[in-house]
């Protein structure tokens, strides 16, 4: 079976979140999953793919396939390399100079264009590219949205066999733009309908390719139900009532995210032997300059600064931390006035809060392992990695029961939870109140049940995180497609 993945972000070459995870580690893992996989990912060479490629001093072939795309009077060319590593699925970088070396991988007055090229240039070629005729051609977001509607109209003669699939990593963003751009997209009118890729009088690339691919999924199956409701559903969600979405939840990278082997770490340890965490918690006092105060718990923050991410709600809090007790160490970037308030709470509350504007790998491990508890309140959530990077590292999350971490974080209640039988806090209102009740309730177990805390933080690190779970339902998925 070959699978080629196309997407505008794929870690570790170009990531702005969860979505280059996702397409960073997949097509690996479908590879791993079952003998005769062919998978691979195509994604554009982003100036900022050529200086990664450059640090770890890897040079990608040129494969010798080039695309000549029609973009209404103008020809742009797109060649194709490829990157192999032992263990990874191949990556594939669409080559456009004029389109992708650029500042940015995103906000560009042209992005649609950008995209529709990409699009567009994979269809026509990619059989070449994957030595064969393609099983599945699976997109991602709104930005390879495109690929669905032209395999299902104009270019099923290129793709006899395959089969699309569309996932929705982030329901919000919709590639909605002039319908005077459809003539360029390759696609014929009769698709710009209220059914498909008619959106109020524009054309709606994630739309169309929702109504046109075979399958739709999400990365979550909460966020599969949500995104039916007015509250999640961003203005889609009757259209989105009439479709089949199929949930399935991310998985994380193990091996990175593995707090037995971790180079960031200080120390080592696993679900058996948690001791190597309090090192690893020492390091990160360490680091804020603070002393050990055993009885205090450590919080976490790892996130993009928005709304979106409920932060607002967590700066609020700030100045309650002192009377919990309980420290917080915040790293991230985004927002502007999100950022003012976090270093303003540092500045005030410099006994409690420690923040880091900044966008740093190793010390979001440190953070993730050596903390106590990492908060997630995100307002809504797709997924979500985070959580399941912290109880993969024996760190409790706290979340707002929403989208993937409802899925992932299981709160029976106290006494449950004391026993092993939960993973996590949950709750369910998305405000400063809802949030301040859940620390409530962490800080008094991690206080005064420490053996209950502990059996928490085993059965997180239990839990199977891995990739190899959800490649296993991907590949279910096409398999029934093909039938």
Not at 10 to 25: E, R, Y
Not at 374 to 395: D, I, K, N, W
Request: neutral net charge; glycine residues 10%.
């Amino acid at each position: 079976m070959r699978i080629l993945h196309v997407s505008s972000e794929c870690a570790p070459w170009a990531k702005t979140g969860g979505l280059g995870d996702v397409v960073g580690a997949l097509p690996s893992a479908l590879g791993r999953a079952a003998r005769g996989v062919d998978a691979a990912v195509v994604l554009p060479y982003y100036r900022a793919a050529k200086q990664a490629l450059a640090k770890r001093n890897l040079s990608p072939r040129d494969t010798g396939v080039v695309a000549d795309v029609q973009l209404g009077p103008a020809t742009a060319r797109v060649r194709f390399l490829r990157l192999d590593q032992p263990g990874r699925a191949p990556t594939l970088f669409a080559a456009c100079d004029s389109a992708f070396d650029r500042d940015g991988i995103y906000g560009h007055e042209d992005d649609v264009l950008r995209f529709i090229l990409l699009s567009k240039a994979v269809v026509g070629v990619g059989a070449q590219l994957m030595g064969g005729p393609i099983d599945i051609l699976h997109a991602h977001d709104w930005h390879t949205a495109l690929i669905p509607g032209l395999v299902a109209t104009h270019a099923r003669g290129l793709h006899p066999r395959a089969r699309t699939v569309l996932t929705l990593h982030n329901l919000v963003y919709q590639g909605v733009c002039s319908k005077d751009l459809l003539p360029l997209t390759g696609l014929p009118w009769d698709v710009f309908h209220l059914d498909a890729f008619e959106w109020y009088d524009h054309l709606g690339l994630l739309k169309g390719g929702i109504a046109l691919a075979d399958a739709v999924t999400t990365v979550s199956p909460t966020y599969a139900r949500e995104i039916k409701t007015p509250e999640f559903g961003a203005k889609l969600d009757g259209f989105l009532r009439r479709q089949r979405i199929h949930g399935l939840l991310n998985g994380v990278d193990v091996e990175e995210w593995d707090p037995a082997t971790d180079p960031h770490l200080a120390a080592h340890y696993d679900a058996e032997h948690l001791d190597g965490k309090r090192a690893v918690r020492a390091d990160l006092l360490r680091i804020c300059d603070w002393p050990e105060l055993p009885e205090v718990p450590l919080l976490g923050v790892v996130s993009r600064m928005t709304v979106q991410k409920g932060l607002d709600l967590v700066a609020a809090l700030a100045p309650e931390l002192y009377g919990l007790p309980a420290r917080l160490v915040v790293l991230g970037t985004g927002g502007p006035r999100l950022e003012d308030s976090f270093r303003l709470a540092a500045r005030h509350y410099s006994h409690n809060v420690r923040t880091e504007i900044a966008f740093d790998v190793p010390l979001s491990h440190k953070i993730i392992a050596g903390c106590d508890a990492l908060l997630v309140p995100s307002r809504f959530e797709p997924c979500g990695l985070t959580q399941m990077y912290a109880m993969r590292c024996g760190t409790v999350p706290i979340v707002h029961a929403t989208g993937g971490l409802a899925d992932t974080v299981r709160d029976p209640g106290d006494e449950r939870l004391a026993r092993g039988e939960g993973t996590g806090f949950a709750f369910e209102h998305p405000t400063a109140a809802g949030l301040r009740w859940a620390l409530g309730r962490a800080v008094r177990m991690y206080r005064a049940q420490p053996e209950g805390w502990r059996a928490i933080q085993r059965a997180g690190m239990q839990r199977d995180w891995s990739w190899t779970r959800s490649a296993a339902e991907y590949l279910r998925l096409y398999r029934a497609l093909g039938r």
